[in-house]
């Protein structure tokens, strides 16, 4: 903070310029205990808020060695909040009752033409019925990089909408706010509320910065309610998450800067931690869909998915311990780029210490070394062309160049066929699930059988298990077919990845 005695002049629209208004303003504040600074400072600091789609304020980002985000996404930062945090949290905390619900009327409700089967494997909740959905206990959410509190803020406005008062003991949600930058928390009580429960977040962040004598008087209005208690920790989420006790949060909302910015939130060790807080039953949502990321909650042990899509073409990542909370799975070629390429290399923080630029300069290290070794290059999305056609002729050179690196011969080749065969099943499952055409669906099966019977790979993946004296494999390999998600099929893959470089299938 610094202490200076005339107000800076204001002529960019920048992060760095309202915090030394807020500094400014704030001293003041301290100095004089008069409201009139805050007031002032909360008219100035709007043109330093820049408005996204759906008319909430947004902050960039610091700068980070030249580059600069915003703090949410430009088509609507509180609508991000409702569809990336809360939508995925909800529909995984009433999976079950909305099955139950569904069932129970099946006699008499739309659904009556379905099977049961189907209807206990659909746990997708249409967005009318989720709106709606009453909670009935406690419920404990962990906001990491809570910023200027809007997920919070989505995450109390549907509690205190939909909490069931008729219960004999009224439901309470608690939230845990982790975030690092003190100045950050402040622009959350500048910033125009996008909806009412904000305001309740704002009184708590008054609070904590005058814990923290950062700020000196309580101006905030709205009280936060009896049924909901707001804990904010400024620090970094490393050393809180640390402090939390085990299975303690039914959902963690993980919203860093993007991975390359802010590595050390998405690193194993970091996963392995939000593992042991999170309740077996729990979730935690992020928006990001980077493979490094998505290995790392693998490689901690979480299932994966994808998320809700909001203003993008892919939705970002939902992982849990239990896989019934994954509604959908990631697209194949993700599974492949993860699983076989050096993309999927994680983050690591081995003791949760280390700087940004170390964490980022030894995973560049890990993959120089895994790539043409026991990963392919992921450059030119080589996994993605395994087992498929390629009619350019001097991109398959160089997709083929890649393989043959890691003892692979062709893009259709048996050890090809063998690396990618975790996949045939979930491909069908996946267009039926999501309704694709008949045509697709009819193409994926010829697939299945064109790899499997008419090119007598099948036979070459038993003749491969039975060499290797492997029969528990065998086993693994028909029982992974019928199997449906994605973290089986990343963690297989690579496996048979290994094996063919172990084994060098190809030159026996
Ligand atoms: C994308 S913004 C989050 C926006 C926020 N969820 C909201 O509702 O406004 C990322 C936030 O992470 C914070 N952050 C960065 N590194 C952190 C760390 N190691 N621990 C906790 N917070 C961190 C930043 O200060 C920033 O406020």
Do not use: W
């Amino acid at each position: 903070m610094n202490n200076m005695t005339s107000p800076p002049s204001k002529s960019k629209n920048s992060r760095d310029e309202l915090i030394e208004k807020m500094d400014y303003y704030f001293s003041k504040e301290r100095e004089t205990l008069q409201s009139s600074y805050r007031l002032k400072l909360k008219k100035e600091s709007i043109d330093f808020f820049i408005k996204t789609k759906d008319g909430s304020s947004t902050l960039n980002s610091p700068d980070f060695d030249g580059k600069i985000e915003t703090m949410h996404n430009s088509n609507g930062a509180i609508t991000e909040s409702f569809e990336k945090f809360v939508k995925p949290f909800k529909n995984s905390y009433f999976k079950n009752i909305d099955n139950d619900d569904r069932l129970k009327n099946k006699e008499n409700s739309y659904f009556k033409n379905i099977k049961k089967e189907k209807l206990l494997e659909s746990k997708e909740i249409s967005n009318e019925k989720l709106k709606n959905l009453k909670y009935k206990e406690d419920i404990a959410i962990l906001d990491i990089c809570s910023g200027l509190g809007y997920n919070s803020a989505a995450i109390i406005e549907d509690f205190l909408k939909n909490v069931d008062k008729t219960c004999e003991k009224v439901p309470k949600l608690s939230v845990d706010m982790v975030e690092i930058s003190a100045e950050t928390l402040a622009a959350g009580i500048l910033v125009p509320s996008p909806i009412k429960s904000h305001e309740i977040v704002k009184k708590a962040i008054e609070s904590k910065l005058i814990d923290e004598s950062y700020l000196a008087l309580k101006l905030e209005k709205e009280d936060v309610p009896e049924d909901v208690a707001i804990s904010i920790h400024c620090e970094d989420a490393r050393e809180t998450v640390r402090k939390f006790a085990d299975n303690s949060y039914d959902g963690i909302f993980l919203d860093p800067y993007s991975p390359a910015m802010a590595p050390e939130l998405c690193t194993v060790e970091f996963f392995k931690e939000l593992k042991r807080v999170i309740k077996d039953d729990g979730i935690v949502a992020t928006y990001t869909l980077a493979a490094g990321v998505r290995y790392a909650f693998i490689e901690a042990g979480f299932y994966i998915g994808e998320g809700p899509i909001f203003g993008r073409i892919a939705g970002g990542t939902i992982a849990s311990l239990n896989s019934d909370n994954i509604i959908k799975n990631i697209s194949a070629n993700d599974e492949k780029t993860i699983a076989l390429s050096d993309a999927g290399i994680p983050f690591r923080d081995e003791n949760l210490d280390l700087e940004s630029f170390e964490i980022l300069n030894n995973r560049k290290n890990e993959r120089k070394n895994a790539r043409h070794s026991y990963k392919l290059s992921s450059a030119v999305q080589t996994p993605i062309f395994l087992g498929k056609e390629i009619k350019d002729k001097k991109l398959k050179r160089r997709i083929l160049r890649n393989l043959n690196k890691v003892n692979i011969s062709d893009l259709k080749s048996e050890e090809a066929c063998f690396i990618i065969s975790p996949q045939f099943k979930y491909i069908q499952d996946y267009s039926a699930k999501y309704k694709f055409s008949k045509k697709f669906e009819n193409k994926s099966k010829y697939k299945f059988n064109n790899n499997l019977k008419n090119k007598n790979n099948f036979k070459n993946i038993i003749k491969f298990n039975l060499k290797n004296n492997t029969k528990s494999n065998l086993k693994g390999f028909l029982n992974h077919n019928y199997k449906s998600n994605s973290k089986d099929r990343i963690i297989e893959m690579e496996k048979r990845l290994k094996s063919i470089n172990n084994y060098e299938f190809l030159k026996e």
